[in-house]
């Protein structure tokens, strides 16, 4: 768990991405190699206990943040997965000029009735999420979610659904292979036909 968020902090954040689906087309732009259809699923309710952060600078506040993480994780009990993290965004306003977010980098915990000194709870009900599965370097997530907000999500039918963006890093995260995976679970809901909006 330690040397996986490690990895993360010390390349930064970003990464090729592909979208996990069977019999899809795929498309090629510059860096990025991309299936054009993620799997929709259906997450259970889990309970993250964390640390979390309100920033508009995800490239020097999210690193910063997983490595106060890193050390108080042994403070944590009751862990489901012990190699198993979860980057939730939540909050999140969008303007012209900044995003700005709340970010919380924790993991799936079974008990909370102990809460170390710094940390929170955050329930995650269950949702339906688009998946995407991002392989390689971890420089460019911001290209990632560009495709998912510029071009997936417009002609797919889904719409976002305002909730818990979910990143996680689990035994097939680490940023010095080439073939280093990160998923992103982005809340998604059907969309409504507009002859019956």
């Known amino acids: 768990m330690k040397y996986l968020i490690l990895c993360f902090i010390i390349v930064s954040m970003s990464i090729s991405v592909f979208a996990e689906a069977d019999d899809t087309e795929i498309k090629e732009t510059g860096k990025i190699v991309l ?5 929709i699923v259906e997450l259970e ?5 964390g640390m979390e952060i309100r920033t508009k600078d995800s490239e020097t506040a999210i690193p910063q943040l997983w490595e106060k993480f ?6 944590i009990r009751n862990s489901v997965i012990q190699d198993r993290s979860w980057g939730v965004s939540y909050d999140i306003v969008v303007s012209d000029d900044y995003i ?6 924790g993991c799936e915990v079974a008990a909370t009735d102990t809460i170390p000194e710094g ?8 949702h339906k999420y688009a998946v995407f599965i991002h392989t390689g370097p971890v420089e460019n997530i911001g290209e990632t979610y560009d495709f998912i907000w510029s071009e997936w999500l417009p002609t797919s039918q889904y719409e976002y659904d305002t909730s818990n963006d979910l990143e996680l890093y689990d ?9 280093s995976q990160v ?3 982005t809340p998604v809901k059907d969309k409504i036909p507009q002859d019956t909006k």
Request: aromatic share 14%.
């Open 70 to 75: 890193i050390a108080h994780f042994d403070k």
């Open 183 to 185: 998923i992103l679970y």
């Open 119 to 126: 940390f929170i709870i955050r329930e995650i009900p269950a």
């Open 45 to 49: 309710p889990m309970t993250i206990l």
């Open 35 to 39: 299936k054009m259809e993620p799997e």
């Open 171 to 179: 035994e097939r995260f680490n940023p010095t292979s080439p073939n």
């Open 100 to 105: 700005e977010f709340t970010y919380l980098a």
